[in-house]
């Protein structure tokens, strides 16, 4: 089993930045991606980002490139979503994810694990 914890959502406006945390524990070694998603209500949890625990590969949406940056901490198990030039398009519920799943970065069935979510709202 593999337990995660996402931190860091709140309101920012339009043009801001958030930086949203996801701490892994447990069985982290059955995994080799850690993935983030995000849900908009009444929308379907889409794909945004995620990145090898390799640390050789990160892949976004296309929506978020250039804006977002996820990162890992190998010392503490984290995986950090920076997300800069924030939108009002970018309010979700983001989750972070993890599972065996490459090549199939982008398919929200792959991930085995996931976190309970944290909210960021984007507007003036």
């Known amino acids: 089993q593999v337990q995660l914890v996402e931190s860091g959502g709140g309101l920012v406006q339009p043009g801001g930045s958030l930086r949203l945390s996801c701490a892994a524990s447990g069985r982290t070694f059955s995994s080799d991606t850690m993935g983030w998603f995000r849900q908009a209500p009444g929308k379907e949890r889409e794909f945004v980002g995620a990145?090898?625990?390799?640390?050789?590969?990160?892949y976004y949406r296309d929506s978020v490139k250039g804006r977002f940056t996820i990162s890992r901490d190998d010392a503490r198990n984290t995986v950090t979503l920076q997300m800069n030039s924030l939108k009002p398009e970018d309010t979700a519920v983001y989750f972070c994810a993890a599972g065996s799943v490459s090549p199939y970065w982008t398919i929200r069935r792959k991930y085995e694990y996931w976190g309970q979510g944290t909210q960021v709202t984007v507007s003036s």
């Open positions: 990145i090898r625990w390799s640390g050789d590969m990160t």
